[in-house]
């Protein structure tokens, strides 16, 4: 097993998901539901689900472009959204 794949992959999505939407959600579903395990079930079905189709697409997508190019592309991408973070206006009234 690659155990520096396994680890950087749970580590960025680990932190990419913490107070997110959809933790967020999951937190407010598990404070209003009766059931907690049953919202921690369907949630971590739910993220397994989202991260399979990833992982299908990332494979037919590299079969057609470049690993580099996937890289670039997604650092360039991560680049421009936080650039976008950054210069847009604050909300009025937060």
Known sequence: MDWQLFLSTFGVVFLAEMGDKTQLA?????AGGSSR????IAA???LVASSAV???AGEAVSRVVPTIWLHRVAGVAFLVLGLLYLLRRPEAGG
């Open 26 to 30: 999951t937190l407010t579903l598990a």
């Open 37 to 40: 395990w049953l919202v921690f």
């Open 44 to 46: 971590a079905l739910a």
């Open 54 to 56: 990833a992982v299908l």
